[in-house]
């Protein structure tokens, strides 16, 4: 069976089109509310900040080699740092705390992307992708977690490859997670 391509929706018309450049690898791109955009530069270990062409500064470094960005229900920052194999909520003031950093007691691998539902739960992926050579990892496989509103942490599926990206259908009763080995 063949799916029949996708119209291109009426907004998304034009040409795309450069809007920065000078990074090492991009990852993670998140609108703010208050009308910017947000992006990680994993390798540069940085947060970057888009209001305009030709204005892009440094938002926050060191990120903990942040990937996946989004916000919480309260409007702050939720980080998927690799470096320090974390998730992370990020105050006004750009100062990190840790939501996740273990599943039963163990480090996890390096989360990569994150969603967050409309009741509040955090949903992020945690392959090995950021684990630096010679690091140990406590999980031996790569799943997807959630965090309730409560901090109770769950592991809701330990058999993808390589769970990568996140997204939820519009009703938020399904979520979609990209295995991308």
Known sequence: MSAEPMPVPKWIEGEP??????FQFTEGPVWSPQGFLLFSDIPANRQCLWSAPGKTEVWREPSGNSNGLTFD?????????????????IDQN???TTVVDRYQGKRLNSPNDIVVRGDGTIFFTDPPYGVK???????DYQG???VRPNGEVNLLVADFNRPNGLCFSPDEKTLYVNDTH
């Open 17 to 22: 089109e450069k809007i920065a450049e000078g």
């Open 94 to 96: 750009k100062n990190a």
């Open 73 to 89: 229900l309260e409007g702050r920052m939720l980080a998927c740092e690799h470096g320090n194999r974390r998730v992370a909520r």
């Open 133 to 139: 050579k010679g690091d140990t990892r406590d999980l």
């Open 144 to 146: 997807v977690f959630a």
